[in-house]
């Protein structure tokens, strides 16, 4: 089997808050199509790892690089990253309480975004196709007229996904997106997930063990900033130094 | 997943401004604005009923200057969120870019019959500064109106929004703008006439400002401002831009992670808001034949946000109608009962902020709701009453039995 190509590159990147070393001389590298686990004990930097790809938080040092684009993600402003096809789902879900599911959708639905082109712009059949697509695969069709804000909270994580498919990212970043839901909820999410790699990178930080489990191909273990341990589920869980800082406790 | 979507779920290609109902609203709105209340001006006799006083037409042509300001309030408070504490600096910049016109017009008029304004003669000024130069022109003191607050708008939102400055702070250095301008003008040599700023005018045009028919075609100026203003705003609330604007208002960061520049937005819609204030302000002054430094205290713009809560926020109609409400109150008050205006402004806002969060706009809703609750208790009471009443009578079949 020949190795696909590589996709994301984050090199050597350190982040500093008020002396605590958040990133700590990280380096990583992830495949296209591939979907991987970031775990790690709190505090280990996994939010801030997906706060610096995606231009929230600029490092001190370090590079974060699209392979294909060639472009140093450290650089752009958020939604300049986002113009670069990386799409972030964050802890807490956040949808557009006031705009209907569709709405929220027609927002986050890929073409320009410029504001004087938004003055006029209007849907064109492929963004409409595209929402329509998303909305199947989410499985909000019946809600798409209902204010996001009388979602339950899993239907909010789904929709908040669904608002990144319509953007058609090349790497989906997934922070947390089975906190809090029930196990139906979760079993459906482990499954849309799994749905949306290879045809997209997706890089999923969890706590949840057992969702890891269910849908790991391979796992990254951050801790104090760096990175601990990287491998298949099974070679992390045998991994003692692992045991240590995480699973043991 | 489906390749063939149903078309019903996609949302529709345009967008809608008003439904039918909406539109005919307008259009009998406008109509009383615009041809009703000129025609009660000029037609009847003025003991009839129906007359409309001369003095109420510049009056009433204030009041839709204020429902622009209004508008444009409404849409960076209620649409982008972002509560501004000093749009009446916008305003009064529109105004003294009419007045100097109005000045210069006028010049060799004055009391001293010198072709400088009067106050610059008392201030033993000998010649005109250069920032007066070109506003004997209309065309120019009206691009001015509109340039001038639009342009330090949008070097302030562009300061200010890329430093990522937000609620409350924002609303105070907003204020702040507001004050240092009026400090500012309110200086003799800063050559705006200081504390009496710029009064006196004669003719806008060709035409007499004392002449009623002056007023009256002013007066029918600002309406179609409004109308116009109402519409664009409309426009764009209607549109992608004001779903954008919305977003940043709710969740910014995500609209960020969603891949708008929301800086940009905010600064449109922040520029437009200015813009309209601009025109406002133009066409305030020569009706009220006066434009100073009081019009930029900050308590001249916390007024102005009052209209747009009393009214409510975020629906551009009762921004209009809460302009129109508190100013119309605070002009009979004050000739009625003065010392009482400052008391009921702040009941006002306590009343506004406890019982009627989404202002006059909200009351059809609030009403409804409470009728359905009344209804539902009525039904339910009742239901409590047959069943008690059931009660009553199976408990005395059993006592029979």
Known sequence: MTRPPLFLRIDDVSVTFDGFRALDHLSLAIDQGELRCIIGPNGAGKTTLMDVITGKTRPDSGTVQLVADTCDLTELAEHEVVRHGVGRKFQRPTVFQGHSVIEN??????????VWRALFVRLDAEQRRTIDEVLDRIGLADRAHDEAGTLSHGQKQWL?????????????????????????????????????????????????????????????????????????????????????????? | MSTDPSPTTAPRGRYVLHTKTGWMVFAATATIALVVVPLLNRLPSESSVLHVPDFAVPLLGKFLCYAIVALALDLVWGYAGILSLGHGVFFTLGGYAMGMHLMRVSAGEGVYRSE???????LDWKELPWYWRGFQSLPFALAMALFVPGALAFVFGYFAFRSRIKGVYLSIITQALTYAFSLLFFRNATGFGGNNGLTDFKRLAGFSLQDPNTKLGLYVASGVALAASYLLCRFVVAGRVGKVLTAVRDAEPKARFSGYDTVRYKLF?????????????????????????????????????????????GTLVGAIVGAFAVSGAKSWLTASLPSAWLYCLGALFIVVT????????????????????????????????????????????????
Request: proline residues 4%.
């Open chain 1, 105 to 114: 959708l027609e927002l986050a639905v890929h073409g320009s975004k410029s």
């Open chain 1, 160 to 249: 908040e996904i669904g608002m990144l498919l319509a953007q058609r990212p090349k790497l989906l970043l997934v922070d947390e997106p089975v906190a809090g839901m029930t196990h139906q909820e979760t079993e459906r999410t482990a499954a849309l997930l799994q749905s949306l790699a290879g045809d997209h990178t997706v890089v999923v930080v969890e706590h949840d063990m057992d969702f890891v489990r269910s849908i790991a191909q391979k796992v990254t273990v951050l801790h104090e900033g760096r990175v601990l341990a990287e491998g298949s589920m099974a070679a992390i869980q045998a991994d003692p130094r692992v045991v240590e800082v995480y699973l043991g406790a």
């Open chain 2, 116 to 122: 400088l304004p009067d106050f610059m003669v008392f």
């Open chain 2, 269 to 313: 819609a922040w520029t437009m808001s200015a813009v309209l204030c601009g025109v406002a302000g133009a066409l305030y002054t020569p009706q009220v034949g006066i434009i100073n430094p009081s019009e930029m205290a900050p308590s001249s713009s916390i007024e102005m946000v009052l209209w747009v809560a009393v009214g409510g926020r």
């Open chain 2, 354 to 401: 406890l019982v009627l969060p989404r202002g006059l706009a909200g009351l059809p809703d609030a009403a409804r709701k409470l009728r359905a609750t009344f209804e539902r208790r009525r039904r339910t009471g009742a239901k409590v009453d047959a069943r008690a009443s059931e009660g009553v009578a199976s408990e005395t079949r059993e006592e029979r039995a």
